[in-house]
């Protein structure tokens, strides 16, 4: 067999060098997209890792809290005004935040003039306001005689709902949601300032959040920071618990908490839990009852929100 010339022999050594390095560059291609999937899984897996170590260690910043109410010396029990403490667990910051229900406007007790108060200060149409005011009124009283602009059950059907009002005192604050004219947004607003455990008529202002002692009659902004700053001195000097002058005292307990923990084990990965407890003999002799137990992400979150001099460091 004749040998092939030359220059087709250095032609086809040509198209086969050619061959080797389209196959070298699409083996580099490939392993370099591998290598990047790899590192992009290694990283979510990481934040996964991550995410679920906040969880958990939130969880325990909860029992630490529970812990810490639990002291009779008021020296030694943490406070339950919404002062922010942070703890170190596992090498990690969790930062727990302790509110009594007291604190905040119990709507089963609520009278019309506290609701209009805080509801038209929240921005609510005063059109609609009367209507919603005497929609939960209508929804927690015992009776099905409508309330003048109120709502029973005749105004649920003819909206097209499939319920009708409980006619009882409100069991959680979420029920508020079903109130005839009540809407996702307006809700989100009130959610925060309500409460059905305080079983009281008034706001006890030593216990109660600045979204809350705004909403107290003829009370200024600047006076609100002026006594929040205060019980923060007070809370870092271990003096006892500042009541402000210009509210009306109060003395309402619930020995109801709603407390919020949330953990940072790794810069810019937090996991929080809530949960609200009642303080008291439970169940196999435990001191707390747990009412209610939530994980999930902060909308505001506590490492976040509020500088060092701040914290309660322990």
């Known amino acids: 067999m004749a040998a092939l010339p030359a220059k087709a022999n250095a032609a086809q050594r040509g198209l086969a060098l050619v061959m080797v390095l389209w196959m070298l560059t699409l083996l580099m291609i490939m392993a370099s997209s591998f290598a990047l999937t790899i590192r992009r899984e290694t990283a979510v897996l990481t934040d996964v890792k991550a995410l679920a170590q906040a969880k958990a260690l939130a969880e325990g910043g909860i029992n630490i809290a529970m812990l810490n109410l639990l002291p009779l010396d008021e020296k030694l029990r943490w406070r339950s005004d919404g002062s922010l403490y942070e703890v170190t667990f596992a090498d990690a910051p969790i930062r727990i935040r302790i509110s009594d229900e007291s604190g905040k406007i119990d709507i089963n007790f609520a009278d019309p003039v506290m609701l209009r108060n805080v509801f038209s200060s929240l921005g609510l149409d005063e059109a609609l306001l009367d209507q919603l005011i005497a929609a939960i009124i209508d929804w927690r009283d015992p009776d099905d005689i409508q309330t003048p602009q109120g709502a029973e059950k005749e105004q649920y059907q003819k909206a097209g709902l499939s319920y009708t009002p409980a006619n009882k005192p409100f069991e959680t604050v979420d029920e508020l ?24 008529n008034s706001v006890n202002p030593a216990k109660a959040s600045r979204e809350v002692l705004l909403h107290l009659p003829n009370v200024t902004p600047e006076q609100v920071d002026t006594y929040l700053q205060q019980r923060i001195e007070n809370a870092r000097a271990g003096l006892p618990e500042l009541a402000p002058t210009w509210a009306a005292p109060s003395s309402a307990t619930s020995h109801v908490y709603e407390i919020l923990a949330e953990a940072m084990p790794v810069e810019g990965v937090t996991g929080a839990v809530s949960a609200v407890i009642r303080n008291g003999q439970a169940r196999q002799g435990l001191p707390f009852t747990i009412l209610k137990w939530h994980k999930s992400g902060t909308e505001h979150s506590l490492f976040a929100e509020a500088e060092n001099n701040q914290l309660i460091l322990q």
Request: net charge positive; hydrophobic share 40%; charged share 10%.
């Open 177 to 200: 949601q079903m109130v005839l004219g009540m809407t996702p947004a307006f809700y989100k607003q009130l959610e925060p300032l309500l409460t059905v455990y305080s079983k009281s």
